[in-house]
């Protein structure tokens, strides 16, 4: 009868190297999965949200400096009484004849405002302090002082050309805004996108103007 020796040693070295390719398979699998999840998160924030930065006084009482904010893009149409994030590299203003002109902005990102969107008229009457749009006095319990300061960009009442909004800081007396030449008429590709929540101070986390 023939006699047949098993080789173990061959058996367990067999084993070993399954088991060694298995590890490797899953530290791969681990590594693709960190990998496109880092991308999402990438692709998220650039595309659909953006974190900012509040830097000054411009927008107190409702936004601080130093408060950080999600914002986004997405689908975003301005509308009166959004607060946004704009990149003010230039500012649109009415020439002597009426028609938008552009000069150098303040060169960086700004948060304000919304007051009015393309085709609305908008009057402030420095003595009084009250902002109308389309006519109406606006209830701005936001604001932490009247509008009695001019900055010297426009002749009111003045028309929004479509495409622009009007923008104010809702510190009235300490901000830069459509009121000053240099930001004028915000022109909407300008815009970075919509406040939506306060992240930071954790504290204050939620919707400005809601707490």
């Known amino acids: 009868m023939a006699k047949y020796e098993l080789n173990y040693e061959a058996l367990d070295e067999d084993e070993n190297k399954e088991n060694e390719v298995s590890a490797a398979e899953d530290y791969l699998d681990w590594v693709e999965t960190i990998i496109g999840a ?40 301005p509308e009166a009484g959004d607060i946004v994030i704009v990149n003010n590299t230039k500012g649109h203003i009415y020439d002597s004849e009426n028609n938008l002109e552009a000069i150098t902005g303040l060169n960086k990102v700004i948060v304000k405002r919304v007051i009015a969107t393309g085709g609305q008229e908008v009057n402030i009457d420095f003595d009084t302090g009250e902002v109308s749009v389309d006519g109406t006095v606006l209830n701005e319990p936001y604001i932490n002082d009247l509008t009695k300061m ?3 960009g426009h002749q009111y009442p003045v028309t929004v050309p479509e495409g622009y909004v009007f923008v104010m800081g809702d510190n009235r007396m300490n901000s830069t805004d459509s009121r000053d030449p240099r930001i004028g008429f915000v022109e909407e590709d300008d815009i970075l996108g919509k406040v939506l929540v306060r992240i930071f101070p954790f504290g204050s986390i939620g919707v400005p103007g809601d707490d």
């Open 38 to 77: 880092f991308f999402v998160v990438i692709l998220f924030f650039t595309f659909i949200l953006r974190v900012a930065n509040v830097d000054g006084e411009s927008m107190m009482p409702t936004l601080v400096d130093g408060d950080r904010l999600i914002v986004s893009h997405m689908f975003y149409e």
């Open 150 to 152: 001019d900055e010297g």
